[in-house]
């Protein structure tokens, strides 16, 4: 009876690694012909064709890159031992997502903790999660808000916005894959929160949400405080 339960265990280990190779190699294989797209769009003469076009590739380009994501968190680990630097690691967000936030006239703000914030944890993973958190934020927040990231000493990361909010019964619909609340919106694919639930799991952390009392909604990362790395 053992025998047959470890075997049937083995197979279905099997099939989920067969799973994430596909996935895995399916997404590789699309950045090619992503590129080779990229390049030929630049050539074309009518500017606004181009523009649309690349915003389509761009599109495509962050859904293979979600893809490429969620194979690789199927079978990452944490080295106990890692820290990380949260205070750092949202600072290093902001910069990145700032330009696409004035893009879309919304503004950063990086609040909190003014000195390092030592956490357990894989810097590059953290990235990862913050920023389709803010990713999250920017496209729901209106024009002329500001999404905050907050640090606080504890190793507590919020990432707030001036959007909709999100009712009770979605709370828990949000962080599974391929779960859309507007399937007819475009460039969306539903992975970005099952992301950033699988990062913080790896983690042993803890992720809330909440809505704003004065409107919008507010996501908290508890990492695991640590001490001052040497």
Known sequence: MVSAVN?????????????????ADAAHELRTPLSILR???DTLEDQRIAEALHQDIEAMSRIVGQLLDIA????????PLELADAR????????????????QGREIALL??????????????????IRNLAENAIKHAPPGTV????????GTVRVLDRGPGISEEERDLIFR????????????TGLGLSIVQRIVELHSATIAVENRISGGAQFSIDFLAAEKAS
């Open 88 to 103: 750092s690691v949202c600072a290093e967000v902001a910069e990145f997502i700032a330009p696409l936030a004035l893009e």
């Open 112 to 129: 909190g903790a003014s000195r390092p914030v030592w956490v357990k944890g894989n810097a590059e993973m953290m990235k990862r999660a």
């Open 39 to 41: 390049t030929r769009v």
């Open 7 to 23: 075997q049937a265990l083995d197979r279905l280990d099997q099939g989920f690694r067969v799973q994430r190779e596909f996935t």
């Open 177 to 188: 894959r391929f779960w859309r609340r507007d399937r007819s919106q475009p460039g969306s």
């Open 147 to 154: 999404v905050e990231f907050i640090v606080e000493e504890n």
């Open 72 to 79: 690789e968190l199927d079978a990452f680990t944490i080295d």
